[in-house]
C-alpha cells in the first residue's frame, strides 16, 4: 500500500541554519505530494505541495521539489527562524487511496536564537 | 470563509462516559475526514465521509467509535464508554471533491480530549 516515510525527529538546528527533512514515499499510480506544519496547539495548515514529477512548492522560504526517481520530496529553507519551531508533516494522496491522506511520522524542528 | 470549525476545543470526560466531537467543515466542502494523534505521534486515520455516507471506516476501532455526517448539521463523532487510551488529539479536515483529484485537505484546530 500507500506510505511516507520521514526523517525522525527531533531537529535542532541554530537560527539562519539550512534545513532539510527528508521524505520519501511508496505509491501506485501518480501521488500528489504535501508538506504540512503544525505549530504548538493548533491543527494542521498546508504549506506547500506538489502534485507532478518536477514540480516544485514552495512558500513562506521553505520548498520541496517532486522526484519521481528517488521517490522523494525533500522539505528545504535555505535560513530557518526562531518561529519555524514546529511539527512538520510529509504527505501524499493518489487515486490509488482517494479516501485519504496519508501522513508521515512527522519531524519535530527546534530552532534555537 | 470561515475554516473548519471543531468543538470542543477541549473535553474531559470520566471513564465509562460518552464523548462527542463536532466538526464543520468549510462551506462548499462535502468531504470531511477524521484523524487522532496520540501524544508525540503523527497523525492516523480513522473515517472518510461524504454528506450522508461513509466511504472509508478502515481505520476506526470496531467497537465503541462510530462518525456520521448528516444532510444538515456538522459530522459527529462519537466515542461510547471512553478509556484512558482514547485520550487523543482529534482533527477533523475537510474538501471539496475526493483526494485523488489533488485537492488539499484543510484541518481544524483539534479537540483534545481527556478521559480521566
Known amino acids: 500500500g500507500n506510505s511516507v516515510t520521514q526523517m525522525e525527529g527531533p531537529v535542532t538546528l541554530s537560527e539562519e541554519a539550512f534545513l532539510t527533512i527528508n521524505c520519501t514515499y511508496t505509491?501506485?499510480?501518480?501521488?500528489?505530494l504535501f508538506w504540512y506544519v503544525q505549530y504548538p496547539g493548533e491543527g494542521l495548515q498546508l504549506l506547500l505541495k506538489a502534485t507532478k514529477a518536477d514540480d516544485k512548492g514552495s512558500n513562506k522560504g521553505f520548498e520541496a521539489t517532486y522526484r519521481k526517481e528517488t521517490t522523494s520530496f525533500h522539505l528545504e529553507k535555505g535560513s530557518v527562524q526562531v518561529s519555524d519551531s514546529a511539527v512538520y508533516f510529509c504527505?501524499?494522496?493518489?487515486?490509488?487511496?482517494?479516501?485519504?491522506?496519508?501522513f508521515g511520522s512527522g519531524t519535530r524542528l527546534s530552532i534555537r536564537p | 470563509n470561515a475554516g473548519v470549525m471543531q468543538n470542543p476545543r477541549h473535553l474531559v470526560r470520566r471513564r465509562g462516559q460518552e464523548a462527542r466531537l463536532r466538526c464543520s467543515p468549510m462551506?462548499?466542502?462535502?468531504?470531511v475526514y477524521w484523524y487522532r494523534q496520540l501524544p508525540e505521534e503523527g497523525l492516523k486515520f480513522m473515517v472518510y465521509?461524504?454528506?450522508?455516507?461513509?466511504?472509508?471506516e478502515s481505520g476506526m476501532p470496531k467497537e465503541r467509535f462510530s462518525a456520521e455526517f448528516p444532510k444538515e448539521g456538522p459530522s459527529i463523532l462519537r466515542i461510547q464508554q471512553v478509556v484512558r487510551g482514547d485520550s487523543a488529539a482529534y482533527f477533523c479536515?475537510?474538501?471539496?471533491?475526493?483526494?485523488?483529484?489533488?485537492?488539499?485537505?484543510?484541518f481544524g484546530q483539534g479537540t483534545r480530549l481527556t478521559v480521566v
Open positions: 505509491a501506485t499510480g501518480y501521488p500528489s
Open positions: 465521509l461524504q454528506k450522508e455516507n461513509i466511504i472509508d
Open positions: 479536515a475537510s474538501s471539496p471533491n475526493t483526494p485523488g483529484d489533488v485537492t488539499e485537505a484543510f
Open positions: 504527505a501524499l494522496t493518489s487515486r490509488s487511496s482517494a479516501s485519504k491522506i496519508i
Open positions: 462551506k462548499g466542502h462535502s468531504h
